[in-house]
């Protein structure tokens, strides 16, 4: 069974770092692409970040201005949201998906979320 | 930037009635787009993907159609457990990612 758990979630103080993790289970990790969706409390969803299964194509959203870093470990099985210069209203609760077989459009499994506070 | 817009914003149907959610991208996306629905402190689960085809598991009540910039799911016959919000996603090219509607709240009436 698929099973994807995010960690690493907490109160920060603007400005500080923060980094998330995903941990994966019951597929090959290595051969999927896996992103960040967050959503902020009451709101929709965000998509963050993506990352191929070979971290060789790795996109973000516009919003974040080079703040926010994904990177994988396919010999962890786990994916990982290096978080700076936070800010509130990066305060969300931070989804971690696999993106369906190649070519299919749609998250098809999804961790349950790790909340991110930003406030002093 | 591809923009979706999900109407209505809210929609009140009682069980057993037709529910039908647009979805309208402000430029064509081909069949780019998936479905989801999210439970209150639940993460989303995949309805639809590539516009019509139901993902695994997904009862036959719920169907996607459209392509291009007009994009509809239908619930065919509403059971209590479908009352949840809405949302539909497209990927892009260029920028390269992806973009999710605002949502549409399904309630009970």
């Known amino acids: 069974e698929v099973h994807l758990v995010e960690s690493g979630g907490g109160l920060v103080k603007p400005g500080g770092s923060l980094r998330l993790s995903c941990a994966a289970s019951g597929f090959t990790f290595s051969t999927f692409s896996i992103d960040w969706v967050r959503q902020a409390p009451g709101k929709g969803l965000e998509w963050v970040s993506s990352i191929d299964s070979s971290s060789t194509y790795i996109f973000y959203a516009d919003s974040l201005k080079g703040r926010f870093t994904i990177s994988r470990d396919n010999a962890k099985n786990s994916l990982y949201l290096q978080m700076n210069s936070l800010r509130a209203e990066d305060t969300a609760v931070y989804f971690c998906a696999r993106e369906s077989a190649a070519g299919m459009i749609g998250f098809d499994y999804w961790g349950q979320g790790t909340l991110v506070t930003v406030s002093s | 930037e591809i923009v979706l817009t999900q109407s209505p914003a809210t929609l009140s149907l009682s069980p057993g009635e037709r529910a039908t959610l647009s979805c309208r991208a402000s430029?064509?996306?081909?069949?780019?787009l998936a479905w989801y629905q999210q439970k209150p402190g639940q993460a989303p689960r995949l309805l639809i993907y590539d516009a019509s085809n139901r993902a695994t598991g997904i009862p036959a009540r719920f169907s996607g159609s459209g392509s291009g910039t007009d994009f509809t799911l239908t619930i065919s016959s509403l059971e209590p457990e479908d009352f949840a919000v809405y949302y539909c996603?497209?990927?892009?090219?260029?920028?390269?990612?992806?973009?999710f509607g605002q949502g549409t709240k399904l309630e009970i009436k």
């Open positions: 996603q497209q990927r892009s090219n260029w920028p390269p990612g992806y973009t």
């Open positions: 430029q064509s996306v081909s069949s780019y």
